[in-house]
């Protein structure tokens, strides 16, 4: 079963096939530049596309049997939006009973967009598109644990390798590790020292 897991290579090539991984000289929001780009949603356009990325994942929890014998009582996850797609795809893969989402609320606060309360939730798988940080997906489980659940897997397409390799003690499975290059200021960018276009972008 391992083997129907599609290396970290066939996984990129569908990501540059999408335009959901691109190469270049990006300035974001923040003012920090940095020479790739993920566009995530890109690749979650094409269905057939999102459909191999999210079983891919799907396998890495399949193989878990920590994991798999609690199936189909468990819940899939998303921290954000971005992470709707792989959760209904992780879902279908998995045949598990429930997906919840959140979203970040004004003020800030990560809050599940469905209304649940304490002892619904079936233990806890959360799925992401990008772990760039980490952050969304700490605050994620740290609802899931307010909400008296437990998180039993982590998942994402793509987790930079400045994030964290775990939740607690529950490792994050990626189908790719990709380390990010970010540039703070454009006077440490080696793309502003080489005069290459700047591409503004929104996220
Ligand atoms: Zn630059």
């Given at each position: 079963m391992v083997n129907l897991i599609p290396t970290p290579e066939a996984v990129m090539q569908i990501l540059k096939r999408t335009g959901a991984y691109r190469e270049g000289h990006f300035v974001y929001p923040s003012g920090k530049h940095t020479p790739h780009y993920f566009q995530m949603p890109l690749?979650?356009?094409?269905?057939?596309?999102?459909r191999v990325l999210a079983v891919a994942l799907s396998r890495k929890f399949r193989i878990d049997r920590?994991?798999?014998?609690?199936?189909?009582k468990v819940?899939?996850?998303?921290?954000?939006?971005?992470?709707?797609?792989?959760?209904?795809?992780?879902?279908?893969a998995l045949s598990a009973e429930q997906i919840y989402w959140a979203e970040r609320e004004e003020g800030g606060k990560r809050m599940f967009r469905q209304y649940v309360?304490?002892?619904?939730?079936n233990p806890c798988i959360i799925v992401d598109d990008i772990i760039r940080s980490g952050s969304a997906i700490e605050e994620t489980a740290?609802?899931?644990k307010e909400l008296g659940a437990t998180v039993i897997g982590c998942g994402t397409i793509v987790r930079f390798t400045s994030a964290p390799e775990s939740i607690g003690d529950v490792p994050i499975k990626s189908l790719i590790d990709f380390e990010s290059r970010m540039y703070d200021a454009a006077e440490d960018c080696k793309d502003c020292k080489d005069k290459a276009p700047e591409e503004h972008v929104r996220f």
């Open positions: 690749a979650f356009r094409y269905y057939d596309t999102a920590d994991i798999s014998s609690q199936l189909p819940a899939i996850i998303s921290p954000s939006s971005g992470g709707i797609p792989v959760a209904f795809g992780v879902r279908e309360n304490q002892g619904e939730v740290e609802r899931v």
